[in-house]
């Protein structure tokens, strides 16, 4: 068998390396995703036919992709996104995902996946492809593993795990020691292991706050950056990261030291405790808050809305320790992530509900917004795997919509 640490940018084409290990009468097929030809991507729920100057500069900059081809990606999610509304609707049942491909020559294509080939249309420009497991079987396999989670809690070195679209796979993410754990975690979870696969991780998640420093908001020891501007009734506020605080701590502006207000709403699980990251701040009368991001050294990112992208789409994030704009790939959403301390290694809390991307963070940058294109608020970073300086393209979000929904809160946005 052969594992291979994933850092540094998403892989291309899923080429498994497979391993079958008995444990009882199970047999668990045990690959590792590695890089190769092909970017799985999947489908935005919205046409992104406007992207800023800004976010454009830095997604060909952190994607590597010239002006041509972010026009033609542009083109090819469209379609995307139509495919991933009529083929749903098709196949029904049989349904195993609609996603982007990126190719060797660095064009986009769409790709449906079913269970039953006889049922699965060809549009015009999409590629069609046989898979073993429907969607929502996957989906069915990743809520045995949180259902495992909650009885028994994860072993040390298991980090993550999500439905993977173009590997028709519920993907574990491990420590590189940490596979024979993860093979016991499985088999006590009872599920038929062969549609999981294992991806080791060179960095284990960490949550994404630090002591003061740079731009951003301070509350207690620690330092995070705002989300997105928001209103409860006509209480003005900002969505942040559950971790920067609980209910009642006092922000303050990083820079000049200005009372800024106080956590109106947080929740954030502690060491051995599962639960979302999330939280809102109640900002303080005669504070003006935009409906926009801050670009730093780039132009500041209007907001429009909060439409939701789906697996594949690119998003820029905004950060006080990064500073700029810093972006990637959507790879999975609705990813249950066990955090470790930094410091001693234990374990730090096991967060639900997260979206995964290929953009790089660092601690600091907790709490700070994810745009999508059309100026479209993504979510608020929760944690993330490595920095931007040692190559750890791994940082995970908390859906806006989900804070939005469970805080009776309003997104402001711009005209």
């Not at 660095?106 to 699965?120: D, E, I, Q, R």
């Not at 967060?351 to 608020?380: E, I, K, N, W, Y």
Request: aromatic fraction near 8%; hydrophobic fraction near 35%; include cysteine.
């Amino acid at each position: 068998m052969r594992l291979e640490t994933r850092h540094g940018p998403p892989p291309l084409l899923q080429l498994p390396f497979f391993d079958t290990r008995s444990f009882g009468m199970r047999k668990f097929i045990v690959s590792a995703i590695s890089a190769s030809l092909a970017m799985a991507l999947s489908v935005s729920a919205f046409a992104a036919d406007d992207y800023s100057p800004a976010m454009k500069m830095a997604i060909q900059r952190d994607l590597g992709l010239s002006g041509a081809q972010l026009a033609q990606y542009v083109k090819a999610e469209r379609l995307a996104a139509h495919q991933q509304r009529t083929a749903s609707r098709q196949l029904g049942r049989d349904f195993a995902g609609v996603w982007l491909e990126r190719k060797a020559d660095g064009s986009f294509g769409v790709v449906t996946a079913s269970t039953s080939m006889g049922k699965a249309g060809t549009a015009a420009g999409v590629e069609t492809r046989q898979a073993r497991y429907s969607l929502a079987s996957l989906n069915a396999v990743k809520d045995q593993l949180d259902a495992q989670l909650a009885r028994s809690g994860a072993p040390r070195g298991v980090y993550s795990w999500a439905v993977d679209l173009p590997s028709n796979s519920v993907v574990v993410g491990i420590a590189p020691d940490a596979q024979d754990a993860a093979i016991d975690f499985i088999a006590r979870s009872g599920l038929e292991a062969d549609s999981v696969r294992f991806e080791t991780i060179k960095d284990p998640p960490q949550r994404h706050a630090t002591i003061q420093g740079g731009r951003g908001y301070r509350a207690g020891p620690y330092a995070c950056t705002v989300g997105f501007a928001v209103t409860r009734g006509g209480t003005p506020g900002f969505a942040t990261a559950g971790h920067c605080g609980n209910v009642g701590v006092v922000v303050y502006d990083e820079a000049s030291g200005v009372r800024l207000g106080s956590f109106a709403g947080s929740a954030m699980p502690g060491p051995y405790q599962t639960g979302p990251d999330r939280a809102w701040v109640r900002v303080d009368a005669g504070h003006a808050l935009s409906p926009s991001v801050y670009g730093y050294s780039n132009q500041d990112l209007p907001v429009h809305g909060s439409n939701e992208a789906a697996v594949g789409a690119m998003v820029c994030r905004s950060g006080r320790t990064t500073g700029g704009l810093h972006c990637g790939y959507i790879i999975s959403k609705n990813i249950t992530v066990s955090y470790t301390d930094p410091n001693t290694g234990t374990h730090d809390g096991t967060v639900t509900g997260l979206t995964r991307t290929s953009a790089c963070s660092d601690r600091g940058d907790s709490g700070g917004p994810f745009m999508a294109a059309a100026g479209q608020a993504q979510g608020v970073l929760s944690g993330g795997s490595g920095t931007c300086q040692n190559g750890g393209n791994t940082s995970y979000f908390t859906p806006i919509n989900s804070i939005l929904s469970v805080y009776g809160l309003t997104l402001r946005t711009s005209p």
